[in-house]
């Protein structure tokens, strides 16, 4: 009875991984929906971090000003333990999500990535580390932006 | 078809910096062309890393990357010679990797 069930079950489980498998090849774990919120709110709420906690063990490297919005260089450390994912938004994009990075054992929760950045706006990066998500922000002012054009 | 991709990895203490640049339009659908029409979206939307043939960095990014994308991790406990691999797939299913040695 049990050993039937199991052989079912298998059975299932192997015919679910040969329909996933072609699917696979053209993306994607890409999170359409969070990369299509067109509000932070919706963004951070997609991504399972509505509420995160300020942290200063999240440090942003970007410049105070930026004379080209279209690409503006972004340095992102975390200095929480057990630093599990990075993401990088910009409030006040079009798209605000830019990206966002998983880190496994033998990679440091480090990132640099150049973004192109529509105005002025708060750089936010949100961290999750331990279960838990915790955010910081900076300011890049922005004299020429980089979205349309 | 897909530009080519440069890489860059140097070990600093037990960390191995590793600097990226993926040759990519990375169109937002924003833009419009000479004819006034507007360009679709054309933009890498995963990027992986691997060190030693096992998966250490998942990306995914937006259109709202700069074109031609550079990008830079770190790796931690990688020793000279380690073989580095980093792919990418954009949202038209093209896809291009690239691979070197820590240096």
Redesign the interface.
């Known amino acids: 009875m049990f050993a039937i069930r199991r052989m079912t079950l298998k059975a299932a489980s192997v015919a679910a991984l040969l329909l996933l498998q072609p699917l696979r090849?053209?993306?994607?774990?890409?999170?359409k929906e969070a990369?299509g919120s067109k509000s932070l709110a919706e963004a951070l709420k997609s991504l399972g971090a509505a509420s995160p906690a300020d942290s200063k063990d999240i440090v942003i490297d970007a410049p105070q000003i930026a004379e080209n919005g279209?690409?503006?260089p972004i340095?992102v450390t975390s200095n929480l333990p057990n630093t599990k994912s990075i993401a990088v938004l910009?409030d006040k994009?079009?798209?605000p999500?830019?990206?966002?990075?998983?880190?496994?054992?033998?990679?440091?929760p480090?990132?640099?990535?150049?973004?192109?950045?529509g105005e002025s706006s708060n750089v936010r990066v949100v961290a999750e580390a331990g279960g838990r998500f915790f955010t910081a922000v900076k300011e890049v002012k922005v004299t020429i932006g980089?979205?349309?054009? | 078809m897909a530009e080519p991709m440069k890489i860059r990895a140097t070990l600093k203490g037990d960390?191995a910096d590793v600097r990226v640049l993926m040759g990519h339009p990375m169109e937002?659908g924003?833009?419009k062309d000479s004819a006034g029409k507007i360009v679709p979206t054309h933009f890498i939307?995963?990027v992986t890393?691997k060190?030693n043939g096992?998966?250490?960095?998942?990306?995914?990014?937006?259109?709202?990357?700069?074109?031609n994308?550079?990008?830079?991790?770190?790796?931690?406990?990688?020793k000279g010679g380690d073989k580095i691999e980093i792919s990418w797939?954009d949202?038209k299913?093209e896809t291009n990797k690239t691979e070197t040695a820590v240096a």
Not at chain 1, 110 to 117: A, C, D, E, I, T
Not at chain 2, 54 to 67: C, H, L, P
Not at chain 2, 69 to 78: C, T, Y
Request: proline share 1%; with cysteine; net charge positive.
């Open positions: 090849a053209l993306a994607t774990g890409w999170n990369f279209a690409a503006v340095e910009i994009n079009a798209f999500l830019i990206a966002k990075f998983d880190f496994m054992e033998g990679a440091a480090f990132v640099r990535v150049n973004v192109k950045m980089g979205c349309g054009g | 960390t937002t924003q833009r939307q995963e890393v060190l096992k998966t250490v960095i998942e990306g995914q990014i937006s259109q709202a990357v700069s074109r994308p550079v990008f830079s991790f770190r790796l931690k406990g990688a797939l949202n299913g």
